[in-house]
């Protein structure tokens, strides 16, 4: 199993990025797909969850609203649009699959 993500970075506070996870070695388009944050000193959170049919099964209550979770299951790819963001967003980003993680992706918010 391997999960790649990219697209982090710095961005102004009200900016936006968009997150992408490509995963291999596995049938990407029967497991549900996920993203989980860990900010400094703290543990990790998960953020969003997305059905193998690309249905959101859960957002964390901070993101409602804010980040978006979808997935093309042609390209093997799950993505966290992010827009309106806010300091405490900052945090290394992580894409999973039945309980495999990937090496994560920082973004940072900050003026």
């Known amino acids: 199993v391997q999960l790649v993500e990219s697209g982090g970075g710095l961005v102004q506070p009200g900016g936006s990025l968009r997150l992408t996870c490509v995963g291999s070695?596995?049938?990407?388009?029967?497991?549900?797909m996920s993203w989980a944050r860990q900010a400094p000193g703290k543990e990790r959170e998960l953020v969003a969850t997305?059905?193998?049919?690309?249905?959101?099964?859960y957002q964390e209550d901070s993101v409602k609203g804010r980040f978006t979770i979808s997935r093309d299951n042609v390209k093997n790819t799950v993505y966290l649009q992010m827009n309106s963001l806010k300091p405490e967003d900052t945090a290394v980003y992580y894409c999973g699959a039945g309980g495999n993680w990937g090496q994560g992706t920082q973004v940072t918010v900050s003026s």
């Open positions: 070695g596995f049938a990407f388009s029967w497991l549900p």
């Open positions: 997305i059905s193998n049919i690309g249905d959101t099964l």
